[in-house]
C-alpha cells in the first residue's frame, strides 16, 4: 500500500508563492509518473500538472502554464510543486496522486484522474485578492 503525504499548503496573497511537497512510501516510488490535482469549493477536481518517471518529462494545465513547476527527487521519494504568481482563482485542496503503470509511457496528455491509483489526503491553498 502506498502512502501520499502533501505539506507546503496555506494562506498566501495574490501574486506570491508557494511550494507544495508529496512525500511517498515505498521502495518503486522512481519508476511512476506522478502528478498534482486540485479541487476548488463547488466543482470538480482538475489537473494541474504531471511528471514522467524517466527523464522528468511533465506536463501542465493551460491555467498554470508558465506559473507553476512541477519537479520531483526520486531519492527523496518527493514530488514538488512550485506555485508562482499565485491567483485567488489558484484557491483549492491540491492533491498528489500517482499515476497507474509502472515505467509508463504517455500516448496522450496524462491528465485524467482515472489514469492515478493512489492520492494523497490533500493539502489547502489559499489565495487572498
Known amino acids: 500500500q502506498v502512502q501520499l503525504l502533501e505539506s507546503g499548503g496555506g494562506l498566501v496573497q495574490a501574486g506570491g508563492s508557494l511550494r507544495l511537497s508529496c512525500t511517498a512510501s515505498?521502495?518503486?516510488?522512481?519508476?511512476?509518473?506522478m502528478g498534482w490535482f486540485r479541487q476548488a469549493p463547488g466543482k470538480e477536481r482538475e489537473f494541474v500538472a504531471a511528471?514522467?518517471?524517466?527523464?522528468?518529462?511533465?506536463y501542465y494545465a493551460d491555467s498554470v502554464k508558465g506559473r507553476f513547476t512541477i519537479s520531483r527527487d526520486n531519492a527523496k521519494n518527493t514530488v514538488y510543486l512550485q506555485m508562482n504568481s499565485l491567483k485567488p482563482e489558484d484557491t483549492a485542496v491540491y492533491y498528489c496522486?500517482?499515476?497507474?503503470?509502472?515505467?509508463?509511457?504517455?500516448?496522450?496528455?496524462?491528465?485524467?484522474?482515472?489514469?492515478?491509483?493512489?492520492w494523497g489526503q490533500g493539502t489547502q491553498v489559499t489565495v487572498s485578492s
Open positions: 511528471i514522467s518517471w524517466s527523464i522528468g518529462s511533465t
Open positions: 496522486a500517482r499515476r497507474r503503470g509502472r515505467f509508463g509511457s504517455w500516448p496522450k496528455a496524462p491528465d485524467s484522474s482515472h489514469e492515478y491509483d493512489y
Open positions: 515505498g521502495r518503486t516510488f522512481g519508476s511512476y509518473t
